[in-house]
């Protein structure tokens, strides 16, 4: 698990940062999820060069919990600096 204690989210859309210590050099899927597993939104990502990530997330209910997985093989690790950042937009998902 990358991220959690994103909590009590209202409905919307959000967009999604991470930034990551390390970076892998192929892709690999980012997932948000519910605390009773369910996938809210799922990117295929590459961090850029300062290794940043970021994804869509629209949400028709309100989420109690979020939690952000990465899913990566042995041995490599993203290890993400200064947690993740969720900040709601406007426009519709896809344009910020």
């Given amino acids: 698990m990358v991220g959690s204690a994103l909590r009590q989210t209202a409905p919307g859309r959000y967009q999604v940062t991470l930034n990551t210590r390390h970076r892998p050099s192929h892709a690999f899927w980012v997932e948000a999820m519910d605390g009773q597993g369910k996938v809210l939104a799922q990117h295929w990502a590459l ?3 300062t290794g940043r990530i970021e994804m ?14 990465a ?26």
């Avoid at 869509?56 to 997985?69: A, P, S």
């Avoid at 990566?72 to 910020?96: Q, W």
């Fill in 71 to 96: 899913w990566l093989g042995s041995p490599d690790d993203i290890s993400v600096a200064d947690g993740v950042a969720l900040v709601k937009t406007r426009g519709p998902a896809g344009n910020s």
């Fill in 47 to 49: 961090p850029d060069p």
């Fill in 56 to 69: 869509q997330l629209e949400l028709e209910r309100e989420v109690d919990d979020i939690q952000i997985r």
